[in-house]
Nanobody, 121 residues
Framework: QVQVVEFGGGLVQPGGSLRLSCAAS????????MGWYRQAPGKERELVAS???????DVADSVKGRFTISRDNAKNTVYLQMNSLKPEDTAVYYC???????????????WGQGTQVTVSS
């Protein structure tokens, strides 16, 4: 079983910054792609950014140039640096992690509980 826990949400003014972090722990052979989705009230969940364990990160066009995703493989932790925040970035941000329970095992996606980000003056 894998636990995924997010940290760092909160209230910030427009133009401000926040850094989210997310750590995966538990029993697994490897952690593969990690990333972030967000869901605003009344809207569908949206993929914000993702990063494979050994590849290039990818971010949604809606946040490109403002958000940066990075990870520390040794800590099984992913970060989302959010700059120049806008009110439309307000949402619950969910972290996910793909892991294999054993070598060559199936990829399973685990979710965090979500963290609220509110951008408001």
């Amino acid at each position: 079983q894998v636990q995924v826990v997010e940290f760092g949400g909160g209230l910030v003014q427009p133009g401000g910054s926040l850094r989210l972090s997310c750590a995966a722990s538990g029993s697994f052979s490897s952690i593969n792609t990690m990333g972030w989705y967000r869901q605003a009230p009344g809207k569908e969940r949206e993929l914000v950014a993702s990063i494979p364990s050994g590849g290039s990160p990818d971010v949604a066009d809606s946040v490109k140039g403002r958000f940066t995703i990075s990870r520390d493989n040794a800590k099984n932790t992913v970060y989302l640096q959010m700059n120049s925040l806008k009110p439309e970035d307000t949402a619950v941000y969910y972290c996910y992690a793909y892991s294999r329970p054993y070598v060559a095992g199936p990829l399973v996606r685990y979710w965090g509980q979500g963290t609220q980000v509110t951008v408001s003056s």
